[in-house]
């Protein structure tokens, strides 16, 4: 029988990492989108015309998701599971970990809360639909925190190959 190795324990790390980044992102965007869907068919049935403004307004929490996803195909493709050696470290694992928690929490929770602005958006363009562009400043305030996440996350992942450990 061989002996355990904790090394062997760092692709899993990593692993869990990336998908974190994708299911969280995924899941609030899904949440997102569905709430800010069912906002902009109430108006849509009433005002036909506005299908167009309230689709943008729709759309806007269903970036985290997409986000998530580039962290997740980026820390694949480092770790060597799309192609390359798959042998990553403990330490290097939990850096891949780290690298993708980001992305992960922050990616959940704004699309859960950009939904919530963006609702509130599409009730206002219902009843302005002048003020589209001032609506959709709302929820894209939000996004800027999901882009500074993405960030975060995109530098530290691309980057943890360069560390020895």
Not at 78 to 106: E, H, Q, R, T, W
């Amino acid at each position: 029988m061989d002996k355990f190795d904790i090394n062997s324990l760092g692709i899993v790390l990593a692993l869990v990492g990336a998908v974190l980044a994708a299911l969280l992102g995924g899941i609030g965007s899904a949440i997102g989108v569905g709430m800010t869907g069912q906002a902009a068919a109430g108006v849509v049935s009433e005002n036909p015309p506005l299908f167009g403004k309230v689709l943008i307004l729709q759309l806007l929490p269903g970036t985290q998701g997409i986000y998530g996803l580039l962290i997740a195909f980026l820390t694949l493709t480092n770790i060597g599971v799309l192609g390359g050696s798959a042998d990553i470290s403990f330490a290097k694992g939990l850096l891949y970990l780290a690298a993708c928690m980001p992305m992960a929490v922050i990616g959940l929770i704004s699309a859960k809360q950009q939904a919530k602005a963006a609702v509130s958006s599409i009730a206002l363009v219902a009843k302005r639909p002048d003020q589209f562009g001032k609506a959709m400043i709302f929820p894209a305030m939000v996004e800027t925190y999901a882009v500074l996440a993405l960030l975060v996350s995109l530098l530290a992942v691309a980057n943890i190959g360069g560390i020895s450990i």
